[in-house]
């Protein structure tokens, strides 16, 4: 009794389809399974003369899966020497693509994104956006528990963990690690030797900018008379006689680490406490033409890697980055600069 296809073997064969049938000198004579594997055969007649083509599916297009369906796939030439191989997926990243395109294999994806060569055959398709960014890892990569170990992994670059170690750092449980662990090897952005370390943070901070916003935390605007220095002085000296946790993030963190970039505007993170901090600080809330603003932290990792300068507390580098990165207009080019003159020759230099 011959296996069935599975419901993802069968779409893959119907995108496949869709692609083969506008090349008028290529026919689709039949698919049949792979007898040895999980791949299928898909049987052509180009130009009068048969074709094979073999296809290795799977439901994750990262790179660390392309990787070992590409393997696959070399095996399978032992078999057929004359086949054209081909990886599909719902949606292949281009480190993916990159992978199958060293190795002599076609891919295609759910998104549109091919590249098959073979015979007279030559088609190229790049640059479909992922039709689907809600996906699971997604948003588990980058649910507030997994970025404390995000943070801890992007603010000590070039440092090996261990999985007990990296769990004590983050303050997450290990099975937090584990799952985090693993969606960065699908993506092959972690090294292991004689544990883990972060290899590719430059990726790690493309996607997590893509799906992050500072509104995220509970963002309140206000307006003060006062300068903004005087107002960051007066925040500081509250929040330390009251011991409240806070630190200057956005403009107001970035200018102390990149003079370069200048502001008029207040932003800062300041946990939930008792005692209203705003009130404290005679501060009135307002909905347009803010110079100050509050954010309530969406969970405590926003703090990590913290630094106090001139006796005032900021967030990480990265934690800066991330918050200006997604203010629109002149907070991406403070981020820019940031990322330049700060974070880049940091991990540069962690990194040889």
Not at 37 to 46: D, I, K, Q, R, T
Not at 280 to 300: H, I, R
């Amino acid at each position: 009794m011959k296996k069935r296809f599975s419901d993802i073997e069968v779409t893959a064969q119907d995108t496949l389809k869709d692609i083969l049938e506008k090349i008028p000198f290529l026919k689709t004579i039949s698919i049949e399974r792979e007898q040895e594997g999980a791949g299928f055969l898909v049987n052509l007649a180009l130009d009068n003369k048969k074709a094979v083509m073999i296809v290795e599916v799977k439901n994750n297009g990262q790179p660390r899966i392309a990787r070992e369906a590409v393997n696959q796939l070399i095996r399978y030439r032992d078999s057929y020497p004359n086949a054209y191989c081909v990886f599909m997926a719902p949606y292949i990243s281009p480190q993916a693509a990159e992978i199958c395109l060293k190795d002599g294999v076609g891919y295609a994806d759910y998104a549109g994104n091919c590249y098959l060569s073979f015979g007279q055959v030559y088609i190229e398709r790049m640059g479909r956006p992922n039709p689907f960014k809600t996906r699971r890892d997604l948003t588990s990569l980058y649910s507030p528990k997994a970025s404390r170990v995000l943070r801890v992994l992007m603010n000590n670059p070039g440092n090996t963990w261990k999985t007990q170690d990296l769990a004590n750092e983050a303050r997450v449980s290990l099975g937090q690690v584990a799952n985090v662990k693993k969606l960065l090897l699908d993506r092959e952005w972690i090294a292991k030797r004689n544990g883990f370390s972060l290899s590719e943070p430059w990726m790690l901070l493309a996607e997590w900018t893509n799906v992050y916003t500072y509104r995220k935390n509970k963002v309140r605007n206000f307006y003060s008379l006062k300068s903004i220095p005087e107002m960051e002085f007066d925040l500081a000296k509250l929040c330390s006689e009251k011991r409240i946790e806070y630190a200057l993030t956005g403009f107001s963190g970035a200018a102390r680490l990149a003079p370069a970039v200048r502001y008029n505007r207040v932003m800062a993170y300041v946990s939930n406490s008792r005692e209203d901090v705003a009130l404290l600080l005679n501060l009135k809330e307002v909905e347009s033409g803010a110079n100050v603003m509050l954010l309530d932290p969406y969970d405590e990792g926003v703090f990590y890697g913290r630094q106090v300068i001139d006796d005032i507390s900021i967030v990480s580098p990265v934690q800066i980055y991330l918050d200006l990165k997604s203010y629109r207009g002149r907070g991406e080019e403070a981020a820019e600069v940031l990322l330049r003159d700060v974070i880049k020759p940091k991990w540069s230099n962690k990194n040889q």
